[in-house]
């Protein structure tokens, strides 16, 4: 495969986890609060407050959805070529590295093709720079010249 299949494939890979992490924190925040709010009166004493348990269940939602906004990043820059994609790539896949499996494995392929010589020769080129300021003589001559207006000569007639 060409290092562009490759960013293609990985910048994919970082946008399904990403969408694949944040619904399963919504799906398993939501599952906290419907379990929680069914629970029955304990007769040994007091149960924990509601608002406890869906202010822990919010706050982990807000936290892996906070985990995978860095790989939603990460797979816009790879799709996109931007020049700070293989920054961004590293860091979602340090962050993508906590979910085993499909974290873990897409960490790996991160790593992998960032670290490679395909990745390098895709992301380690030399920024552009503008051309060199012209000489100083250039605008000494230019500056001694004066132009006057000569107007065009008229064309023959030709008919």
Same mark, same amino acid.
């Given at each position: 495969? !060409?290092?562009?299949? =490759?960013? +293609? &494939?990985?910048?994919?890979? =970082? *946008?399904? &986890?990403? *969408?694949? =992490?944040?619904?399963?924190?919504?799906? #398993?925040?939501?599952?906290?609060?419907?379990?929680?709010? !069914?629970?029955?009166?304990?007769?040994?004493?007091?149960?924990?407050?509601? %608002?406890?348990?869906?202010?822990?269940?919010?706050?982990?939602?807000?936290? $892996? #959805?906070?985990?995978?906004?860095?790989?939603?990043?990460?797979?816009?820059?790879?799709?996109? @070529? +931007?020049?700070?994609? +293989?920054?961004?790539?590293?860091?979602? %896949?340090?962050?993508?590295?906590?979910? *085993?499996?499909?974290? $873990?494995?897409?960490?790996? /392929? !991160?790593?992998?093709?960032?670290?490679?010589?395909?990745? @390098?020769?895709? /992301?380690?080129?030399?920024?552009?720079?503008?051309?060199?300021?012209?000489?100083?003589?250039?605008?000494?001559?230019? @500056?001694? +010249? !004066?132009?006057?207006?000569?107007?065009?000569? $008229?064309?023959?007639?030709? @008919?």
């Amino acid at each position: 495969m !060409t290092p562009e299949q =490759h960013n +293609k &494939y990985l910048g994919w890979a =970082h *946008v399904v &986890y990403a *969408v694949l =992490h944040a619904l399963m924190g919504v799906v #398993v925040s939501v599952i906290v609060i419907v379990m929680f709010s !069914t629970l029955p009166n304990s007769s040994r004493g007091n149960p924990p407050p509601m %608002g406890f348990l869906i202010a822990m269940a919010i706050f982990m939602l807000i936290f $892996t #959805v906070g985990i995978s906004i860095p790989s939603m990043i990460a797979g816009y820059a790879l799709l996109k @070529r +931007k020049r700070w994609a +293989k920054i961004a790539a590293i860091v979602a %896949g340090a962050f993508a590295a906590m979910q *085993v499996p499909i974290g $873990t494995a897409v960490c790996v /392929y !991160t790593f992998w093709f960032l670290f490679s010589e395909p990745g @390098r020769l895709l /992301y380690d080129q030399p920024a552009k720079s503008l051309a060199p300021p012209p000489p100083d003589e250039w605008a000494r001559l230019n @500056r001694d +010249k !004066t132009h006057e207006y000569v107007p065009p000569v $008229t064309p023959p007639d030709w @008919r």
